[in-house]
């Protein structure tokens, strides 16, 4: 049963979905299957969360990150949650010394706050290493650290904001110094309503750039029916989507179904991320991309088959 308002600090439902990554679906039912969060409601009858409860989300989605399931672990209380964070395993080791070195420097500079010197820093590297070496040796390494150190509690939500908001600049402003869009294939990269991450995309949009795609972003969250009227009005030839590990997986599957029989089968629709389902149950007629370096051979390939 729905319980009398206590305390005047309470978030609604979409504010907790913006603070936690966590969709309103998924807080919905586990609120049905789990009975947590269980929240207030107020005159109208809106959903209201605590101070408290939404900390709880928060750490049940730091260890969904890790790999947890989150019927293994949303019946514990903060401090049982914050201790299995601190179990879990390392960002996975990473081959060079000096590599690691150069990635922690980094990680002090956002933990000093000098945001603009991040940007000048994270902009130095792209002129030095190249857009491709960028993306796969300094931005895929580093937003997952950042993303271990928020798992741990080490960093809070709004650094890694500021994190993912430096990234972002730096990487647009690196994709448009290409000096000549490429023509085929059209990409439209996005991502479903309930994804709002959207680092994994513009990592992907900054290779097939280099790759000679033509790319067109529509950021994320984009409903189904726009993802296909978008396709149509810019004569798509691919869709790319990237799920993150917190994506309700019967959405992932449920979504992709939809889409691909909205759409002709001659849009292909790639998918990639680290959603668990993409590996364990991949969709038909859906290419799953496991890893940046499938890439390359991936548009190889599709022109391959358009000359065919």
Request: glycine share 6%; aromatic share 6%.
């Amino acid at each position: 049963m729905d319980q009398p308002i206590k305390s005047p600090v309470h978030l609604s439902i979409a504010a907790v979905e913006r603070d936690t990554g966590l969709s309103k679906d998924t807080l919905r039912v586990w609120e049905r299957r789990y009975g947590f969060p269980n929240p207030q409601r107020d005159h109208f009858g809106e959903r209201l969360y605590s101070i408290d409860q939404v900390d709880r989300l928060r750490a049940i989605r730091r260890l969904m990150d890790a790999g947890y399931r989150p019927g293994k672990i949303i019946g514990l209380a903060l401090e049982d949650l914050q201790a299995l964070a601190q179990s879990v395993p390392q960002v996975s080791q990473i081959a060079s010394e000096d590599q690691a070195a150069d990635l922690e420097g980094l990680m002090q500079v956002l933990r000093a706050h000098e945001i603009e010197d991040l940007r000048r820093q994270l902009s130095q590297r792209v002129l030095r290493l190249g857009l491709a070496r960028f993306v796969t040796e300094v931005v895929a390494p580093l937003t997952e650290q950042v993303g271990d150190a928020w798992a741990r509690g080490q960093l809070q939500i709004y650094e890694e904001h500021l994190f993912t908001e430096s990234m972002q600049v730096v990487l647009r402003n690196a994709i448009s110094t290409i000096p000549q869009p490429g023509n085929r294939p059209r990409v439209l990269l996005t991502t479903f309503p309930s994804e709002p991450h959207g680092m994994g995309l513009l990592m992907v949009e900054a290779l097939l750039a280099l790759e000679g795609c033509r790319c067109f972003s529509l950021g994320v969250q984009t409903p189904i029916w726009d993802i296909v009227l978008a396709a149509k009005a810019q004569e798509i030839d691919l869709i790319a989507l990237s799920f993150s590990p917190v994506m309700n997986p019967s959405l992932v599957l449920d979504g992709l179904s939809e889409l691909r029989a909205k759409l002709p089968r001659t849009v292909e629709i790639w998918a990639g991320g680290r959603c668990p389902v993409l590996q364990r149950r991949p969709p038909a007629d859906i290419k799953v991309l496991q890893e940046f370096s499938e890439l390359t051979k991936a548009v190889i390939d599709w022109r391959h088959r358009q000359r065919g």
